[in-house]
């Protein structure tokens, strides 16, 4: 399934239905007055969160949403039909904002959350309406008003309380198939991974917790380089971050210094973040390399460095003990 995180539509709310004008006619009431009914309410376009959805994938194909009409009014003061709300379905973790404006309309967090984007037009008055004393059979009756037509973004926003990241090629995609049961394609070579990869790891109490695996930042990628710029917005809602750094790399200092600088261009606070720093691919180090590059890291982050080989399964449950710690499970 192709995984699409940004979509562009326009929504266009119901037209209320016009009033009409009618004068009751019937045997034995020779002035029965005016009778036209009132017209029916347009449509409202409404957004609905939905948790079996995980992108944005419907968007790309259909971008006009229209709701129903209302029906016009009828003799007899009968009212038209109000139209149907129309229901968009969107996944859990969509933002909704004006497209040209910018202006945050919605943040659909939890399922069946709803969001009314565009309301309806009022029906017309019938002629019924306009009966007086002074005027015993007015003529006179109003059309319907248009609906709200509005041009919207949507962007989707993973819902996850973790999130792995790091330069391409550093592991993070093998840790997360070792913790969970996603599968993420997995290859020795930068930007295997193209598009987040959502893993439920166990936690100790049964329950799961969400771990995205964000495809490898580069230099520049707060600015647009690489894939960064499109998924940096997809750890803004973690609360936890775990930062890989590859083990074999030639200098994982630098890589560090590379990820912390592009999160901080980035902003939204992800550098205040909570934040594990890991060192991967423990295998390919031998002792002395070993703790020189330990003592260099965490002198360089001021933080304690967990050392972890995910290919191997070594110190998997000395970090999950750190993130759980970090999480208050």
Known sequence: MQFIDQARITVRAGRGGDGIMAFRREKYVPAGGPSGGDGGNGGNVVLEADGN?????DFKYKRLFPAPDGRRGGPNRCTGASGKDLIIKVPCGTE?????????LG??????DLLVVAFGGRGGLGNAHYLSNRNRAPEKFTEGRDGEEWFLQLELKLLAEVGIIGLPNAGKSTLISVLSAARPKIADYPFTTLVPNLGVVRRPSGDGTVFADIPGLIAGAAQGAGLGHDFLRHIERTRLLIHVLDGGAEDPVEDLLVVEKELVAYGHDLVERPRLLVLNKQELLDEQHQDQLVDALQAASGRSLILISAAMGLGLEGLLAQVWKELGV
């Open 107 to 112: 943040d659909l967090t939890r399922s069946e």
């Open 96 to 104: 909704v904002r004006h497209l040209y404006t910018g202006i945050l």
């Open 53 to 57: 959805l995980q992108t944005l994938l």
